[in-house]
């Protein structure tokens, strides 16, 4: 098998959430794995000085519209946060130990927790939130509510963050395949022939 994806995202990103539905599957058919990294793109904006697309004049009418179009293109549900952007640090916290275990079962957790955020409208900001998911697919209630205010795992995720600053991560979805970056779901096109070709 050759080496693997790397799948940044954040979990506040809708277009990292379309990419976790099919990313694992894209991946598949080419025989390879993906090794899912959130990371916290509010640090990253502290260094690009960008905001939020729903922050900017003239361009949060577009982006409202394409993530819409864009849904109903690639038939994935979502109804738009009512609360949007969040922070998420809890479900990195949550992702990150629970990958230390189970690396399925914290993708099953994060396609969860992207499903409660722009399917349901639940504020995955909120760490009872984010316990209430983790219980939903199996995961122990009091060892997901230590893990959350475990310092071991908040330095995990402050250690990814850093991490994809270092490989120079900017965006959400932003995909590495054999050192080539990929940046935003609308890029699948392209992964999908550099993964058939090799690269061009």
């Not at 993530?67 to 479900?91: E, G, N, Q, Y």
């Not at 409660?116 to 219980?135: G, H, L, Q, R």
């Not at 959350?148 to 979805?173: M, N, Y």
Request: net charge negative; aromatic share 14%.
């Amino acid at each position: 098998m050759s080496t693997p994806i790397d799948f940044y995202f954040d979990f506040s990103s809708p277009y990292g959430y379309f990419a976790s539905t099919q990313i694992d599957q894209l991946a598949k058919q080419y025989n390879r794995e993906v090794v899912w990294r959130p990371y916290l793109m509010g640090a990253v904006f502290k260094i690009t000085k960008r905001q939020p697309l729903v922050q900017h004049p003239l361009v949060d009418e577009y982006s409202a519209r394409d993530i819409a179009r864009t849904a109903r293109l690639h038939d994935i549900p979502i109804k738009f946060p009512s609360k949007f952007p969040v922070m998420s640090v809890a479900p990195c916290r949550a992702f990150y130990w629970l990958d230390n275990q189970d690396g399925d079962k914290a993708k099953q957790l994060a396609l969860a927790i992207y499903n409660a955020y722009f399917v349901e409208d639940k504020d995955i900001s909120n760490s009872d939130i984010i316990v209430e998911i983790a219980t939903s697919i199996g995961t122990d209630r009091g060892a997901i509510q230590t893990a959350l205010q475990d310092q071991s795992v908040k330095d995990k995720v402050r250690e990814e963050t850093d991490k994809a600053i270092e490989h120079k991560v900017f965006g959400s979805p932003y995909i590495i395949i054999d050192d080539e970056p990929f940046w935003g779901f609308d890029r699948f096109d392209q992964i999908e022939r550099w993964l058939e070709t090799g690269g061009w």
